[in-house]
């Protein structure tokens, strides 16, 4: 599993309420991203980050906010959760080379009602 | 525009059938592809990626720069196969991955 933790695994909340996602790693990579998984869509990028206070926005980044103090950890925010944005939340790292792989996290299932 | 294609969002078979999951890229340049597979409840996973251009349970993936293709092949679907499927591009000078939409393999015993 390439040392990728993600908490919570499930989480329930209500419109208009703040989440935080929380993306944990022990491998010490670089690069790390956040994709948000929906039917139809397949994986979509939603923010990246090469390194400490290094990020930058994908393709659907509206709404969504992250911030990485440390090298281990990722976090996304929702400021404001909206019911589209129900959907499963996955991290993934790679290393440096062209030829790394992606490794993904276990992901977020989140509900906004 | 970076782009992938996978047109089928379910593909069913029955065992021992030869399964083809499709996917189509647009890319100006040297892409790089990969193949990655979610079963059920877990992660995804890396299955295969051109520039090895290895076998991975069975399954191959040729790029083919002409039609713009990379396709999964596998000559006799087994039941385990059963998942959840993505193509990915990654462009030369960056580590981003690009998704298709996925298709939802089925092998019937």
């Known amino acids: 599993d390439a040392g990728i933790t993600q908490s919570p695994r499930h989480k329930v909340t209500e419109t208009g309420t703040p989440v935080t996602l929380r993306c944990h790693q022990t491998?010490?990579?670089?690069?790390m991203y956040w994709y948000r998984q929906d039917p139809g869509h397949g994986l979509r990028l939603i923010h990246y980050?090469?390194?400490?206070?290094?990020?930058d926005k994908g393709e659907v980044s509206d709404g969504y906010s992250v911030s990485r103090s440390k090298t281990e950890d990722f976090l996304l925010t929702l400021e404001s959760a909206t019911s589209s944005q129900t959907s499963v939340y996955f991290c993934?790292?790679?290393?440096?080379?062209?030829?790394?792989?992606?490794?993904f996290g276990p992901g977020t299932r989140l509900t906004v009602l | 525009a970076q782009r992938v294609t996978q047109p089928e969002k379910l593909l069913s078979v029955f065992k021992g059938a030869p399964v083809e999951l499709k996917c189509n890229y647009s890319?100006?340049?040297?892409?790089?592809l990969f193949w990655y597979v979610q079963y059920s409840r877990q992660r995804l996973q890396l299955l295969l990626r051109?520039?090895s251009r290895e076998s991975i349970k069975g399954f191959t993936a040729d790029l083919n720069k002409g039609e713009t293709s990379f396709h999964l092949k596998k000559p006799f679907a087994q039941e385990e196969d059963s998942a959840m499927y993505y193509c990915?591009?990654?462009?030369?000078?960056?580590?981003?991955?690009?998704f298709g939409t996925g298709t939802r393999l089925q092998v019937f015993p």
């Open positions: 993934a790292i790679t290393g440096t080379g062209r030829l790394n792989e992606q490794f």
């Open positions: 980050s090469y390194g400490v206070k290094d990020t």
């Open positions: 890319y100006s340049g040297s892409p790089e």
């Open positions: 491998e010490n990579h670089r690069y």
């Open positions: 990915a591009l990654k462009s030369y000078n960056t580590d981003k991955l690009i």
């Open positions: 051109h520039i």
